[in-house]
């Protein structure tokens, strides 16, 4: 299965967290091989395309201020890099903090791993780039990423969203097919209010799992604050179907009415 959010990230679509706190162990962030490279594939990029130009669009523009300008567009639309800090955070976490959550010998198996995996993003071909070659770079056992997730929460209920938002997302690049990791990665991005990537997660999780009813419910809520009353009422009709057919639990219930409330005082306005 080919990643969907691997894809959307390739081409544009990224993370961007709205001022999640951050530990000060992971605060400064140093230009490494990687991110050398890439600033390497964007000047070449930018010449080519300045050479195919010729005449410029705008006359206005010096060579320096189109190249600049040329710079700024395609970083912009370089989103594998949200992929890479992303990774690169919870590998780092997981390294420095894994034996708080781990034992020594599954520790000792992660810590080879994603030593595996940093060797990997570092030889990665930016020239040739896509999603296969990344989801063959970042692969985990099963039970690691059952360790992972225990991370994952602890972090978030820490208060420590963009580590958990990291460990998340990275758990969705090595094991695409587990509905659990989408829907949690979507449960931290509504927080932070990226509800581009929460739709995009909970989308992914209804995919992978059509009768789990909190992801359809967690997309009405991610329409509510985006103020689409079509979009919450078509989710709010699949999570009563849902409702009647499989046997869910009370919170679930809950829920769909408190949608319903707030989507009737937000009519009353």
């Known amino acids: 299965m080919v990643d969907p959010l691997l894809f959307d990230l390739i081409h544009g679509i990224g993370v961007a967290p709205n001022n999640p ?7 400064t962030v140093q230009k490494d091989r990687f991110d050398l490279a890439l600033d390497e594939a964007i ?6 395309v300045i050479a195919k130009e010729g005449l410029f669009e705008n006359k206005l523009l010096t060579v320096s201020l189109r190249s600049s300008k040329l710079e700024h ?14 990774v690169s955070l919870a590998v780092k976490i997981l390294q420095e903090e894994g034996l708080q959550y781990f034992e020594r010998v599954e520790y000792d198996a992660l810590f080879e791993s994603l030593n595996e995996i940093n060797q990997h993003i570092d030889a990665l071909n930016l020239k040739e780039l896509n ?3 990344l989801q063959a770079a970042l692969t985990i056992s099963t039970s ?19 580590e958990s938002l990291a460990i998340f997302f990275f758990l969705t690049i090595v094991n695409p097919i587990e509905p659990d990791y989408w829907f949690r990665l979507g ?25 789990f009813i909190g992801a359809h419910i967690y997309t009405a809520y991610c329409h509510l604050k985006m103020h689409s009353k079509e979009n919450v009422l078509a989710k709010l009709t699949e999570a009563k179907k849902i409702q009647e057919t499989t046997q869910v639990e009370e919170k679930w219930r809950q829920h769909i ?12 306005y």
């Open 21 to 27: 706190r951050i530990s000060p162990a992971h605060k």
């Open 73 to 86: 567009e395609i970083r912009e639309t370089a989103s594998f890099t949200d992929v890479r800090n992303n």
């Open 131 to 133: 999603d296969e070659a």
């Open 43 to 48: 000047k070449e990029q930018v010449n080519s």
């Open 144 to 162: 690691s990423g059952r360790y992972i997730l225990k991370v994952g929460i602890d972090k978030y209920e820490q208060g420590l969203i963009e």
């Open 257 to 268: 009415g408190d949608i319903e409330n707030l989507l009737a005082l937000s009519n009353s």
């Open 187 to 211: 449960l931290v991005a509504k927080k932070c209010e990226n509800y581009s990537l929460a739709l995009n997660s909970f989308a992914t999780s209804s995919e992978l799992a059509p009768e």
